[in-house]
């Protein structure tokens, strides 16, 4: 896989360890603290502070896209969505390629900060758009095009202010997001 650079310094090209996004994607463990038997509300606010905490984390960290065979970013389109397909590291980057079947061929990736992404790439795109983060794994994650995930100007819920509750999708083993390069 080569990488483009984007401007990144050498630190965040190759982790030393399993990035933090890799790990807020992971099944949480049990949570002490909580009630033994939380109620729906209990649950709801507590995925809700899980989802900011990932969006949160998932904007500070330099994730990988890689580009299709127009040299442009990476993305699939689903249910009339157009996803970026980003990566939190090299290792999910080369279980996407293996998964499609393509990797024997070079991936040419570049290195951008995931708030860069819903910021700035995100309303480029035609239509709404969201980033999908480690696509066909099972611990992948949507950044939909909601308001207080993209700029309001580009969500599909402009006038409405959602609380970040219910919508980050899990893509699991139900979603391919396999793209087809094009844009």
């Given at each position: ?5 984007g401007g990144a ?158 919508i980050a999708g ?14």
């Open positions: 896989m080569t990488d483009t650079g310094s050498d630190d965040t090209l190759e982790p030393p360890h399993l990035s933090r996004l890799a790990q807020l994607t992971s099944p949480p463990e049990p949570n002490r603290d909580l009630p033994s038997a939380p109620g729906p509300a209990d649950e709801e606010a507590l995925a809700r502070r899980r989802f900011a905490r990932l969006l949160g984390e998932f904007r500070r960290t330099a994730v990988l896209v890689p580009y299709d065979d127009l040299e442009s970013l990476w993305t699939a389109d689903f249910n009339g969505v157009r996803w970026i397909c980003a990566f939190s590291d090299e290792k999910a980057l080369a279980r996407f390629a293996r998964a499609r079947g393509d990797a024997a061929r070079e991936w040419t990736y570049q290195t951008i900060l995931g708030a860069r992404l819903l910021d700035v790439m995100v309303p480029l795109l035609p239509g709404p758009g969201g980033v999908a983060l480690d696509a066909g794994s099972a611990d992948g994650t949507l950044f939909p095009p909601v308001a207080g995930i993209v700029p309001d100007e580009v969500a599909v819920d402009p006038g409405a202010r959602t609380d970040l509750g219910g899990d893509l699991g083993g139900t979603v391919d997001l396999g793209g087809t390069g094009t844009r």
